[in-house]
């Protein structure tokens, strides 16, 4: 008689192909399952709060990316888990301010890198400052830093005013007509085209059509849809395969990337084989950049297509940003124009060292950087082999972590109000006296942060008081409510429509 143990032992192991392949397929589930509950609660980074599901699966936080909700998403974590949050299974963000910013980005980052899964590498596979390695990201800003310093961007102010008064008139002619006039549009026209001229020595001709060019619309268009690409290709290795191998080598594909790159190429060999009748950007970028440690062409194309998109686009941002929280605080708005119209009786008036001494308006215009961070998410850092510590905290090699802009503004326990307008916060107001200043950091610290944050500073200045002293503003009902919007990787931003009035005299 055979017994129920013998009919058992008579099947194992499994000689059939079929039985086989379901036995290592149950085993290989239970084998990941079973690690993933391991990791989540027993792991090395169980000990950092978070949601459990993101800690077991990349799944939440690649939908926050791809449907944009991450300026909602993310702070909401923060608020409910504290200034540390495990976002993904390997992912770490951070919105506890000065500490956070210093460790993750400052000097002396304990060998944090770039996220190569966030930063591409330009078309042309030669690194620009954004994506170089230490070293030669040394050697480039040493040349580049040259350029952007405060002496030499004072050199620039007819520059600066000329493309800045043709803005002025020509919201003038809007206001005359009497049409409303989309602030975003005219921010980002005048910072394209004053770009332009310093990189090139020759406009984009955006202001004079008072509309964007067709290369700057599939910047814009591009940014969306990359943002959405990246987390397609995050999601797993197939995925990032089918990106990188099927979709960015197809024909159609690579086509449209090098029409897009040569637009900047084109302009930039047209410059290096000219001497403009007036000094610019690549001016000062030559004359410390020749000689072996200088820069070779391919990185001249590389850097000239990243200041087209970095040192554009952001400072529009800003100042639509701000504008927007101005019209919808008209007691601000107020303050800002007895400050400005009383320091200055005309545009001829303005300098930028005078400017920079307006005390409201860098007020206003640092409030809105934290209202309205041009990059309101986090710039990855990866932690290398072997681990570090990080605000007091061992964190394993490989995980990510960032500090997350418009969580860490939004943060109660930094900022009394975070969610008003106060530019009062930045000028000694009693009020938020316990305010942590140093928690914002929109053009971030450490050798990294922003190489053109002093051409932003007086972009920001120029652009905003000659604005507030020649026009009254009035938001149009169509644009109540601006500022919810959708975030990938940029804020995906809509006209910014607002009836103007020149100012009486």
Not at 298 to 312: K, N, R, V, Y
Not at 378 to 386: H, I, S
Not at 447 to 468: F, Q
């Amino acid at each position: 008689m055979t017994t129920m143990t013998d009919s058992a032992a008579s099947t194992w192991p499994p000689k059939d192909t079929f039985s086989i392949i379901v036995l290592f397929a149950a085993l290989s589930v239970v084998y990941y399952v079973g690690s993933k509950i391991y990791d989540v609660y027993f792991g090395p980074l169980s000990e950092f709060p978070g949601p459990k599901l993101s800690a077991f699966s990349v799944l939440p936080s690649l939908s926050s990316l791809f449907t944009g909700d991450d300026a909602v998403y993310v702070p909401e974590l923060h608020a409910k888990y504290g200034p540390v949050v495990r976002t993904s299974p390997d992912h770490l963000s951070f919105a506890n301010g000065a500490a956070g910013f210093k460790e993750i980005y400052g000097f002396g980052k304990k060998g944090l890198y770039k996220d190569p899964q966030f930063y591409g590498v330009p078309l042309n596979k030669v690194h620009s400052i954004i994506t170089a390695d230490d070293a030669n990201h040394s050697r480039q800003r040493k040349i580049l830093s040259h350029a952007f310093s405060d002496r030499a961007l004072k050199d620039q102010e007819p520059l600066l005013k000329r493309w800045v008064e043709l803005m002025r008139d020509k919201l003038l002619e809007s206001a005359e007509a009497g049409k409303p006039a989309d602030m975003l549009k005219f921010y980002n026209c005048t910072t394209f085209d004053i770009m332009g001229d310093l990189t090139f020595a020759e406009s984009l001709q955006m202001l004079e059509g008072s509309d964007y060019s067709p290369w700057v619309k599939v910047i814009f268009a591009g940014v969306k849809t990359g943002t959405r690409l990246r987390a397609f290709k995050i999601y797993s290795k197939i995925t990032n395969y089918l990106v990188e191998n099927l979709l960015f080598k197809s024909e159609v594909v690579r086509k449209k990337q090098w029409e897009h790159w040569n637009y900047s190429k084109e302009r930039v060999d047209r410059r290096l084989a000219r001497t403009p009748d007036r000094p610019d950007l690549w001016t000062k970028i030559l004359e410390r950049g020749s000689g072996p440690d200088g820069l070779s062409v391919p990185e001249h194309h590389s850097i000239a297509s990243l200041f087209m998109i970095a040192g554009t686009e952001t400072t529009a941002t800003a100042l639509s940003g701000t504008t927007y929280q101005l019209l919808t605080n008209p007691d601000t708005l107020a303050l800002l124009q007895k400050e400005i119209r009383t320091a200055f009786s005309s545009f001829d008036d303005m300098g930028l060292e005078s400017l920079a001494k307006q005390k409201y308006l860098m007020a206003v215009l640092q409030e809105g950087l934290r209202m309205y961070p041009p990059v309101p998410s986090e710039l990855p850092r990866v932690v290398p082999a072997g681990g570090a510590v990080i605000c007091g905290q061992w964190v394993p090699g490989g995980t990510k972590v960032g500090v997350h802009h418009l969580a860490t503004y939004r943060n109660e326990e930094l900022f009394r109000k975070p969610y008003e307008f106060h530019p009062e916060r930045w000028l000694g107001d009693p009020e938020f006296k316990d305010d942590k200043l140093d928690a914002m950091e929109a053009f971030s610290v450490g050798p990294r942060n922003c190489l053109g944050k002093n051409l932003a500073w007086h972009e920001m200045r120029l652009l905003m008081a000659t604005v507030v002293l020649h026009f009254d503003m009035k938001l149009c009902e169509e644009s109540k409510g601006w500022n919810d919007q959708k975030v990938f990787t940029l804020w995906e931003k809509k006209p910014l429509m607002a009836t103007l009035t020149p100012a009486k005299a």
